[in-house]
C-alpha cells in the first residue's frame, strides 16, 4: 500500500497570505489528523477529521481550518498568515479512530517571510 | 492538563550499547501510548504502540513497557547501531472533547557512534 502523501512539500509564503495544504491517507484509512511541529512549541494536534467530519480541534485560533472529502483526502487551509506560522505540518491517518496506531506522512515545510 | 516529558533531550552512545529513554506523564487516563522515530526533516515513524491495559510490547531489538500508575513508560534499544540514529518521540492518547488526541513529548535525539 502506498503511504501518506503530502503536498506540498515545501512553501514559502509573506505574512497576509493564505495557504492550503493536502493530504491523501492510506487506501481505506478513514480518519486523518492534522499536527504542527515547530522548535519551540513541539508537534502539536490541530485536528481530526473522520467521514468528512471534524472529529476533534486542538487550541488554535479559527484561522486554521480543515476538512475531509468523501476519498479521505484531507486539505487544511491557514489565513492571513503570521511569521510564527512557519512550521512542519504533518498529516497522520489510522484506520478508524485516532487511538489506533498512526501513519504519518512526510509533512509540509512552510516558510512564512 | 496532561503534559509529556522525556529525558534526556539527547544521548549520545557508542554502537552495540544498549539504552533506555524514558517517558513520563501526569494523568495517568490515558488511553495508550505509542513510541515514534523521527529522522531530521521527515515525518514520524511509529514503533510501538502499547494499550493502557498492556505491560509492554516488544519489536525487534525494541521493548516498551508502561507503568500508568506511575505515568512512565521506557523505551529499551537493544544493540544499538548507527542506523538507530534519530529523534526518539513518545506520545500517549487522553481524552480531548468526546475524542482523543495525541499528546506529544519533546523528544529524545540519540546519536549511536560508529
Known amino acids: 500500500k502506498a503511504g501518506v502523501t503530502q503536498t506540498p512539500r515545501y512553501l514559502i509564503k509573506t505574512r497576509g497570505q493564505q495557504v492550503t495544504l493536502s493530504c491523501s491517507p492510506i487506501s481505506g484509512h478513514r480518519s486523518v489528523s492534522w499536527y504542527q511541529q515547530t522548535p519551540g512549541q513541539g508537534l502539536q494536534f490541530l485536528f481530526e477529521?473522520?467521514?468528512?467530519?471534524?472529529?476533534n480541534k486542538g487550541n488554535f485560533p479559527g484561522r486554521f481550518s480543515g476538512r475531509q472529502f468523501s476519498n479521505s483526502r484531507s486539505e487544511m487551509n491557514v489565513s492571513t498568515l503570521e511569521l510564527g506560522d512557519s512550521a512542519l505540518y504533518l498529516c497522520?491517518?489510522?484506520?478508524?479512530?485516532?487511538?489506533?496506531?498512526?501513519?504519518f506522512g512526510p509533512g509540509t515545510r512552510l516558510t512564512v517571510l | 492538563k496532561q503534559e509529556v516529558t522525556q529525558i534526556p533531550a539527547a544521548l549520545s552512545v557508542p554502537e552495540g550499547e544498549n539504552l533506555v529513554l524514558n517517558c513520563s506523564f501526569t494523568d495517568s487516563a490515558i488511553y495508550n501510548l505509542q513510541w515514534f522515530r523521527q529522522d531530521p526533516g521527515k515525518g514520524l515513524t511509529s514503533l510501538l504502540l502499547?494499550?493502557?491495559?498492556?505491560r509492554e510490547q516488544t519489536s525487534g531489538r525494541l521493548n516498551a513497557s508502561l507503568d500508568k500508575s506511575s505515568g512512565r513508560s521506557t523505551l529499551y534499544i537493544a544493540a544499538s547501531q548507527p542506523g538507530d540514529s534519530a529523534t526518539y518521540l513518545c506520545a500517549v492518547a487522553s481524552l480531548w472533547g468526546s475524542s482523543y488526541k495525541l499528546i506529544f513529548g519533546s523528544g529524545t535525539r540519540l546519536l549511536v557512534r560508529p
Open positions: 477529521y473522520f467521514s468528512e467530519t471534524q472529529r
Open positions: 497522520a491517518s489510522s484506520p478508524q479512530e485516532s487511538t489506533d496506531t498512526q501513519y
Open positions: 502499547i494499550q493502557s491495559s498492556q
